[in-house]
């Protein structure tokens, strides 16, 4: 019995010894992986501190893969950059861009009373489905946006459901359109990431690609503009006096609004490859002196990409 005793008593010694050794292990395991977590957030937040932006997301197209993201998944007012998916929805329902699509009426007057940008069209003018749709994207002309949709869909309100269902299609969770033209609305916002996602689907279209690389385009002449509307891209009018230092900014969409602040979505060429670069949030001061800090953002971004 003594023997027995003796051997249960060293067996249970032997076992919670282990147990120690295995409590002891998963502690130094746990303050480990802690210690890792912690690091990496601390990491993350100096990394987002650079950025002045409220949401970054830069997105490698020839690699298909994240390169950058700050806050990519937070919902925020978009502005124009809403004409990205305006001028998307309309190049699926147009079967001749040649065909004749007047500027409403109703939409030149709503681009007036808002202060909206303007490419310079009036009321009635017998405009193209192609001169609506580069004035959108190049010049964010309001008036064309919104032209453009009633053309398209009939009503307004018909368009933007278009718009949100062309959203959904695409699984763009953090989408939402009130409007063809990005003016403020509590229901018009979109995130950095699903605006790159949106952006890198709609360049498999070939209309959609020349459209946002272009810098400039002249419309056709009507009677209102017999040489037709000269427009030059919001993107490629500002870098002009940008130097870029081993890559190539070749497209783009911006917009601003009290509430958006500065947006830019760019896409960009370096080593061979293309960026999709998005900034959305940036603030500024002054409506009349909006600085450059959306743009120095951007390319500061793709000079540090490697």
Wanted: net charge neutral; proline share 2%.
């Amino acid at each position: 019995m003594l023997t027995k005793y003796l051997i249960k008593k060293k067996q249970k010694k032997v076992y919670n010894r282990f147990m120690r050794k295995i409590r002891n292990l998963l502690i130094i395991i746990l303050t480990l992986a802690l210690g890792l977590y912690i690091g990496l957030r601390i990491r993350k937040k100096i990394e987002n501190d650079k950025y002045i932006s409220k949401a970054v997301y830069v997105y490698n197209l020839t690699d298909d893969k994240e390169v950058l993201a700050k806050n990519e998944n937070m919902t925020l007012p978009m502005a124009s950059l809403t004409k990205i998916m305006t001028v998307r929805v309309a190049l699926k329902h147009i079967d001749d861009l040649a065909g004749l699509a007047p500027i409403d009426v109703g939409a030149y007057q709503r681009a007036v009373n808002m202060n909206a940008s303007m490419a310079g069209f009036v009321g009635g003018e017998t405009t193209t489905y192609r001169d609506l749709l580069y004035a959108t994207m190049l010049a964010s002309a309001g008036e064309a946006a919104d032209s453009l949709a009633i053309n398209v869909a009939g009503a307004m309100g018909d368009f933007v459901k278009m718009m949100n269902d062309e959203a959904k299609n695409l699984g763009l969770k953090h989408t939402s359109y009130a409007n063809a033209d990005g003016m403020d609305d509590p229901e018009n916002y979109q995130s950095a990431k699903d605006c790159a996602m949106l952006i890198k689907d709609s360049l498999n279209d070939g209309n959609f690609r020349a459209i946002f690389t272009k810098k400039e385009f002249q419309t056709t002449p009507t009677a209102d503009h017999p040489n037709g509307v000269y427009i030059e891209s919001t993107i490629f009018r500002h870098l002009k006096d940008y130097h870029q230092n081993g890559f190539e900014i070749i497209g783009g969409k911006s917009g601003t609004t009290d509430n958006a602040g500065l947006c830019w979505a760019t896409l960009a060429e370096k080593d061979g490859k293309e960026y999709i670069v998005i900034v959305m949030g940036v603030p500024y001061s002054d409506i009349n002196n909006l600085g450059d800090s959306h743009i120095q953002e951007t390319l500061r971004i793709l000079e540090n990409i490697r």
